[in-house]
């Protein structure tokens, strides 16, 4: 039995699907994290009135083995984290900066450099993944060293 050769029309064919797919699946990704982002950045607003904020951006919240997406962000005495509607586990996280004892950096996956971990005076030990974690990590430990 022989194989059937790949038909140049298939081929064509097959690009464009993957071109078409591809752009429609980039697109609504891009509108989704648009609409997300400024959701939290309204919920920012409220939190600003109270305390300067630091730094913030979109991050996941490991809560077992499932990873919470969200929005974390880091004022002058409390680190938050506000996961967003369309997970299963949807939460508020709020620590005190005077109770992380440590910080450390975090592989996801033992791979990609893009994780942190902080462990608290109450024993607990919560993982993060953010854009820009050498960023997070400093101003974390900033913060930490001042309070």
């Known amino acids: 039995m022989a194989i059937k050769p790949l038909l140049q029309g298939d081929l064509y064919y097959s690009i464009v699907v993957v071109l078409i797919t ?4 980039g697109g609504s990704m891009f509108l ?4 997300l982002t400024r959701k939290f950045k309204e919920k920012e607003k409220s939190i600003c009135d109270v305390q300067k ?5 979109g991050a996941n919240h490991f809560i077992g083995k499932e990873s919470v997406g969200g929005w974390l962000i880091l ?6 984290f ?5 997970n299963i586990q ?16 975090k592989r ?3 791979l990609i450099p893009n994780g942190f971990t902080i462990a608290t005076r109450d024993t607990d030990i919560h993982q993060f993944v953010v854009n820009n974690r050498d960023t997070w990590i400093r101003f974390l430990e900033e913060q930490a060293k001042s309070v």
Do not use: Q, W, Y
């Open 22 to 25: 591809g752009t429609m699946f």
């Open 32 to 35: 989704i994290t648009l609409f």
């Open 53 to 57: 904020i630091l730094i913030s951006g």
């Open 75 to 80: 004022t002058e005495d409390r680190l938050i």
């Open 82 to 86: 506000e996961s967003h509607k369309a």
């Open 90 to 105: 949807c939460h508020t996280l709020t620590v005190p900066i005077k109770d992380i004892i440590e910080i450390k950096p």
């Open 108 to 110: 996801t996956l033992k």
